[in-house]
Each structure stands twice: as C-alpha cells, then as structure tokens.
C-alpha cells in the first residue's frame, strides 16, 4: 500500500458511508448464515416465530379489595427481573364523579362494574397488546377525580399486569389474558387492611370507610368479584404471603416468554443476564437529555460488562495458590496470549475496557466497507504479527444490517480454523446485552 493510502484517516475518508459493523436482526431472522451450526429445521421453526410480532403475556390479577394484589403484582415485577414489565391498575380508569355525584359521594357505589370505563381500559390493553404505549389517567381517590391535565404513559412491554377488582368482569378484558390470578384473602384480614389503608392514604375517617365497605363494598364483592373467580387459572390464598405461589407463578411467566430470540436461532450467542443496573444503564444512556460525560461513563461500564463476559469464554487451566493462612486454594489461571483486534471505528470505544481488564494487551484494527469498495471489503488492517498464537477477541459494539458482521464472522473463522483459536464474538454479547 502507498504511505498515504496507508494512513488511517485517508482509510477512513474511502470507507465512506455510515459506520456500522454488525447485524440487522430482522435481515438475519429471516435469512440465517449459513455459517449457523443451528439445524436447519431449528433454524427455520425459529426463524418464522421471531418474524412474527412479538406479543406480551398478559396477566390478569383479580381479588377483594386489600386482597393484596398491588403487593402480589409488585412482588411478581420484582421477581420477572430481566424482563420488561408494566403495571396497568383498574383504578386508573374510574370515571370522573361530576360536580352533582361528588355532592352526593357517600351515595356513591365506586365497586359496581359501570364505576370503570371499561372501553377505555379496553382500548388500552388492545393498544398496548399490539405493540404500542399508552398514556393512562391519573386517578385520585381523594378527590375522586382524574387529573386532567397529566397521564402515566405506559410502554409495550413483555409483560402487561392488569390489576383491580373487576378485570374479570368483562369477558371482551378476559379474552385479552394470557393468565388470570385470584388473590384470595380472609375477608376479615381484608377489612382490617382497607381500614388502615384508607384511613391513612385515601384520607378517610373509619366510619365512611365502615358505611362504605357495609353498603357497597361487601355486596359488590359478593355479586360481582367472588362470581369471577371461577375464571381464574391460578388462585393465591394468602396474597403476598404465599410465596410458593408467587415463585410458581414466575417460573411459568419465564417460561411462557421463553429464551432471548437471537439465542434459539445462534446457539454462539451468549446473552448476559439483565439487572436493574444494566437497564438503569440503558435508560440513562438512551435519553436523549444526557450529558456527554455521563453517555460516556455509563457506556463504559455496559462495555466492561461486555468485555468481563466474553473473557469468561476464555479456555483456563488449573491453578494452587497457597492463601496467607497456608491453605491450598485450587483455582484457575488467566488464559494467556490475547490479543484484541477492534473493528474501525466504533470497535475502537472498547479497547479502553479490554486493556482495563487486560494489562499490556495488544490490540490491532481492521476496517471493513460495508458494501465493497470496488469489491474490496477489506480497507485496512493492522494485525499483531503473532495473531496466529493468540486467542483473538473482536471488539464490536455495533450491530446494523449484517454485512460487515457477515465480513468479521468470515475472518473470525480463518482465524479459527488455521490456528485453532478461540473466537469470542463479544460483538454479539453486546447485541443482546442492549437488545
Ligand atoms: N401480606 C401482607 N401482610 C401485611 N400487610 C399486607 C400484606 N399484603 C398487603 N398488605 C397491606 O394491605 C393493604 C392492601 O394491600 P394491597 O396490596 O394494596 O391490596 P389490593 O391491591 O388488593 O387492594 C396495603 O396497605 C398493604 O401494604
Ligand atoms: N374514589 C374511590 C374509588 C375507589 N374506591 C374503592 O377502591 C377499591 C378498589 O381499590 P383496591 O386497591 O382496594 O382494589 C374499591 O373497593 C372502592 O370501594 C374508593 O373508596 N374511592
Ligand atoms: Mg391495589
């Protein structure tokens, strides 16, 4: 190569077009590589369910009131852990009293069926079934009103949970569940809750919650909740205190949602368990408001995770290190000879993590034209000498349309197969830890 061609801005000016490197994943769904060492049958069963739209699991939480099905339904979000899940009360479609019913509101009957709007909420779970969010009113029971001005906007989600006293009431509601849960709970246990509740969050006195619970709420619970019960699939005596029923419930939710998409189809893809640090991460990342000091930090530390995790893929070998208290601890040692190579120019925001993790580690480059520049792919590479001895590990955190990660998966493979090295295709680890 001449010296200027050589240079690595006159490289870059030639692979003009937007970076990318990486993978489009309804191309790739729909066209598998035929470098996939998934069987084709496997292949094409899981290809056509990841084309079709992805649907929440809808769940339905019914019981009495103070039955304990907010605290039920926090306990199952908490427990879902990695997956997207949303609250969606009944509540917050109770119709508005007008100026004559707030006169009259101890007359009132807030648990018969038409106290909901029942079309909106409908319409809501529809909407969100299909993919879309949703902005849900804001009710508050003091006031017995909506607030007019603000809405809770509620995103699609893997998991929608429906919670209130009558989302079994109406079948068109019930046909839109995937599972229905009944919180049964000691009516007495019940009483005595709404009572400290309402006396001191809803700003009731106890005798209107007395008179209200005697002439509305006993008799709505018998005529309308109890008779729905028969329509759930799992009952939870007890509420948030059983929780075998709970874990039980969960287990079958994860289930139901089965494994991440990408990992059926590529059994090469690993994909790192969430936390509420890393979507903490995603969140402050993708808002279009932060700084770029704090985009910068938190992707650096989504990148170490990355970077910690495809070391772990890493072959080792045994290790006896004597501890101070003259104890031999049998453990294992670093996998030596790495090297990384990062993939022009965004691969190039992770070298910071992999030498954090690696000290002295040589890292080398190579840039790829997406299309080919006059059939060329390759535009510049920058390899250590001794690639051949090393376990390579591709820094790419970047996944578009597919081409260039077609390009890498091809190079990755010569590696493999004249030097029998470990492909970690950390590119891919990234995908799915941001997917
Ligand atoms: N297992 C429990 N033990 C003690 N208090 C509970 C329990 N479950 C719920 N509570 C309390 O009872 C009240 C009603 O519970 P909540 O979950 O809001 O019921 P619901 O949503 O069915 O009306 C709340 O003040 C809550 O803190
Ligand atoms: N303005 C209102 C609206 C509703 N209620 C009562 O709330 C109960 C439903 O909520 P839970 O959390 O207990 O399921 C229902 O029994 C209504 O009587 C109210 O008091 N005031
Ligand atoms: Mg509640």
Redesign the pocket.
Known sequence: MPEETNSIDYVMEKASGPHFSGLRLDGMLSSPPSSSTASPSHRSASASDSNAPKQPFVIGVSGG??SG??TVCDMIIQQLHDHRVVLVNQ?SF?RGLTAEESKRVHEYN??HPD?FDTEQLLDCVQKMRSGHSYQVPI?D?KS?RRCSDSFRQVNASDVIILE??LVFHDQRVRNLMNMKIFVDTDADVRLAR?IRR?TVE?G?DINSVLE?YAK??KP?FDDFVLPSKKYADVIIPRGGDNHVAIDLIVQHIHTKLGQHDLCKIYPNVHVIQSTFQIRGMHTLIRDKEISKHDFVFYSDRLIRLVVEHGLGHLPFTEKQVVTPTGSVYTGVDFCKKLCGVSIVRSGESMENALRACCKGIKIGKLLIHRDGDNGKQLIYEKLPKDISERHVLLLDPVLATGNKFLFTSNFAIVCFVLKSQVYVPIALLFFVLVG
């Open positions: 009131t103070a099905k907010t509540d109770y807030f648990d106290a009710y029971f017995h209130g006293i709404r309402d809803r009731r209200q509305f709420v709505a």
